[in-house]
């Protein structure tokens, strides 16, 4: 369907999911998990953004956050987030996106006001790098969603996604806000999570 004619939920979760598509590829290029050539140099709502351009990287990230959109689209989805691991797969830090569509918004969305909200998630993240943790070079990362409720057993696109075993962290985390939106159709913030000092070595799973 065109963007056009979509309703004004299914025009906002188009411009969410394009949105983190770009967002996870700053994400995984500020933590130098990949070799630089693992990305281009593009420009997107007007910022200089890395986007990864390796076929098995790119292919990730794009289909995993396209899948996100009709879920997105219906108000399903609270949280989107980009998960580092250590070697024992154990969280050590996490990207959080929280977001919430308004379901009864009728009007018409003006899409350039929402993509200079956006715009500004981005322009942080190109400077975040001071408030991040360094990873190991034997860890590994994930995008996992975080879903208000869950797709009926009859919904074929929410058969795609799989249960997570991320291991729990036992302590509340450690939070950096880095940015935050609240605008009619779509609220959205972005932060950090860092285990609590406190935090004992060998989460629950």
């Not at 025009?11 to 949105?19: D, S, T």
Request: net charge neutral; aromatic share 10%.
């Amino acid at each position: 369907m065109d963007r056009k004619n979509r309703t004004p939920q299914g025009q906002i979760a188009q411009v969410v999911v394009e949105f983190l598509e770009v967002a996870v590829s700053c994400i995984v290029f500020l933590k130098g998990f990949y070799p630089p050539r693992a990305f281009e140099r593009r420009r997107y709502m007007n910022v200089v953004v890395q986007k990864a351009v390796h076929p098995e990287l790119a292919s990730y990230v794009h289909s995993t956050t396209t899948g996100l959109f009709p879920f997105i689209q219906k108000g399903l989805v609270e949280r989107v987030v980009v998960i580092f691991y250590d070697k024992e797969h154990v969280p050590i830090e996490k990207f959080v996106f929280k977001l919430a569509v308004n379901q009864s918004y009728g009007s018409k969305l003006e899409e350039a006001d929402l993509e200079f909200a956006l715009r500004a998630f981005l322009i942080k993240l190109t400077v975040a790098e001071p408030v991040t943790k360094s990873l190991p070079s034997d860890g590994s990362w994930e995008i996992t969603a975080y879903f208000r409720s869950l797709p009926g057993d009859d919904d074929q696109e929410g058969k795609l996604w799989i249960p997570t075993d991320t291991k729990l962290w036992m302590q509340p985390p450690q939070i950096t806000p880095i940015k935050s939106m609240s605008c009619d159709p779509l609220k959205m913030q972005l932060y950090l999570e860092h285990p609590s000092p406190t935090e004992r070595k060998n989460p629950t799973s």
